[in-house]
T-cell receptor
Framework: GENVEQHPSTLSVQEGDSAVIKCTYS??????FPWYKQELGKGPQLIID?????GEKKDQRIAVTLNKTAKHFSLHITETQPEDSAVYFC????????????FGQGTELSVKP | KAGVTQTPRYLIKTRGQQVTLSCSPI?????VSWYQQTPGQGLQFLFE???????NKGNFPGRFSGRQFSNSRSEMNVSTLELGDSALYLC????????????FGPGTRLLVL
C-alpha cells in the first residue's frame, strides 16, 4: 500500500530564513498531495495542495513542488515568521487505497525570533 | 460558512467504558473521515463515510465503529476503552466521494484512565 515518509521530523530556523520539508511516496498512482499545518490545540488546516499534472504551485510565501518521476514533493516556506511555528503534515491521495489520504509523520517547525 | 465541528472537545473516561464522539461536516459536504492522532503514530485513518455508507476502513479493531446520518453528520463509537485509546480524534469532511480535499475539525481529546 501507499507509504509516505516525511523529513525532517523537527526543523528550527531563524525568523526570515527559508524552511523546506520533504516527503516521498511509494504509490505511483497517487495523484493529489495536500499539506496541512497544525497549531497547538487545533486540527490540521489545509495550507496548499498540488495535483500530479502540475510541477509547482505558489501561494504568497508558501510553495510546493512535485517530482513525479522521483515520487517526492516538498513544501517551501520563505521569509519565515514566528507564527509559522507549527507541525506540518504532507499527505498523498491514491485511488488504489480506496481513495483515502495517507499522511506523513509530521515536521515540527520552530521559527525563532 | 461554518467549519467542521466536533463535540465534545475533551473527554475523560475509564477503562472498559464506551464513548461516542460527534462530527458535523461543513454544510454541503457529504463525506466524513475519522482519524486517530497520537504522538507516536501520527494521523491514522479510522474510517470514511459517504451518503451514510462506510466506504473505507483502517486497521483498527472492531471496538471502533461509526455511522453517518442522512444530514451527513457522523458519530464514532469506541467500546471497552483501553488506555491506548487515549488520543486526539479528528474528523474531516470533503465535498464528494473522491476524498481528496479534506477539511478538519478541532478534534476531540480523549483521555482514558
Amino acid at each position: 500500500g501507499e507509504n509516505v515518509e516525511q523529513h525532517p521530523s523537527t526543523l528550527s530556523v531563524q525568523e526570515g530564513d527559508s524552511a523546506v520539508i520533504k516527503c516521498t511516496y511509494s504509490d505511483s498512482a497517487s495523484n493529489y498531495f495536500p499539506w496541512y499545518k497544525q497549531e497547538l490545540g487545533k486540527g490540521p488546516q489545509l495550507i496548499i495542495d498540488i495535483r500530479s499534472n502540475v510541477g509547482e504551485k505558489k501561494d504568497q510565501r508558501i510553495a510546493v513542488t512535485l517530482n513525479k518521476t522521483a515520487k517526492h514533493f516538498s513544501l517551501h516556506i520563505t521569509e519565515t515568521q514566528p507564527e509559522d511555528s507549527a507541525v506540518y503534515f504532507c499527505a498523498a491521495h491514491s485511488y488504489n487505497q480506496g481513495g483515502k489520504l495517507i499522511f506523513g509523520q509530521g515536521t515540527e517547525l520552530s521559527v525563532k525570533p | 460558512k461554518a467549519g467542521v465541528t466536533q463535540t465534545p472537545r475533551y473527554l475523560i473516561k475509564t477503562r472498559g467504558q464506551q464513548v461516542t464522539l460527534s462530527c458535523s461536516p461543513i454544510s454541503g459536504h457529504r463525506s466524513v473521515s475519522w482519524y486517530q492522532q497520537t504522538p507516536g503514530q501520527g494521523l491514522q485513518f479510522l474510517f470514511e463515510y459517504f451518503s451514510e455508507t462506510q466506504r473505507n476502513k483502517g486497521n483498527f479493531p472492531g471496538r471502533f465503529s461509526g455511522r453517518q446520518f442522512s444530514n451527513s453528520r457522523s458519530e464514532m463509537n469506541v467500546s471497552t476503552l483501553e488506555l491506548g485509546d487515549s488520543a486526539l480524534y479528528l474528523c474531516a469532511s470533503s465535498w464528494d466521494r473522491s476524498q481528496e480535499t479534506q477539511y478538519f475539525g478541532p478534534g476531540t481529546r480523549l483521555l482514558v484512565l
